[in-house]
Nanobody
Framework: QVQVVEAGGGLVQPGGSLRLSCAAS????????MVWYRQVPGKEREYVAGIYIGRGAEYADSVKGRFTISRDSTKNILWLQMTSLKPEDTAVYYC??????????WGQGTQVTVSS
């Protein structure tokens, strides 16, 4: 079993920055990828960025150049550094952990609100 816990959300002004974290624990010996998604009420969950083990990082076009995803492989912590935040970045951000089972696990989400 794998546990996933996100943290770091909050309220920030447009143009500001936040760093989200995702801590994964449990059986992660066959880890495939760790991915950030976000969701606004009434809309589908949207892909943000992901780290694909052995392949690297990928980003949605909407966040390229503003967000940076990184991973501490020794501790299985995933980070999302968000800069130049816009009101349209407001959402609940979720961390998704996928193994080669394949099995996938989700955290409870962390709210990011960009508003003046």
């Amino acid at each position: 079993q794998v546990q996933v816990v996100e943290a770091g959300g909050g309220l920030v002004q447009p143009g500001g920055s936040l760093r989200l974290s995702c801590a994964a624990s449990g059986r992660l010996d066959r880890l495939s990828r760790m991915v950030w998604y976000r969701q606004v009420p009434g809309k589908e969950r949207e892909y943000v960025a992901g780290i694909y083990i052995g392949r690297g990082a990928e980003y949605a076009d909407s966040v390229k150049g503003r967000f940076t995803i990184s991973r501490d492989s020794t501790k299985n912590i995933l980070w999302l550094q968000m800069t130049s935040l816009k009101p349209e970045d407001t959402a609940v951000y979720y961390c998704n952990v996928v193994t080669y089972g394949p099995e996938e696990y989700w955290g409870q989400g962390t709210q990011v609100t960009v508003s003046s």
